[in-house]
């Protein structure tokens, strides 16, 4: 490794900067209020499990978006 150009230092410049979205959250956020709103109308599984697919979906739009 040539000391002039160490190869772990970053160049700003060559380097793609990779933008993250935290698509995630969407998911846990849809869980939680999946079984508060299933529990409500006394289906707290069926809420589960609609929450987790809606927060699924909006975390896959938010990660199709960014590619």
Known sequence: MNPETPGQASN???ERR???S???VFIALGAI???IGGG???Q???GLLVGLAVGALAALLIWW???
Do not use: D, I, K, Q
């Open 12 to 14: 700003p410049s060559n």
């Open 18 to 20: 990779e933008n993250r």
């Open 22 to 24: 935290g698509g995630g």
């Open 33 to 35: 209020v999946g079984v």
């Open 40 to 42: 409500f109308l006394g």
């Open 44 to 46: 707290p599984s069926a």
């Open 65 to 67: 978006r960014g590619r």
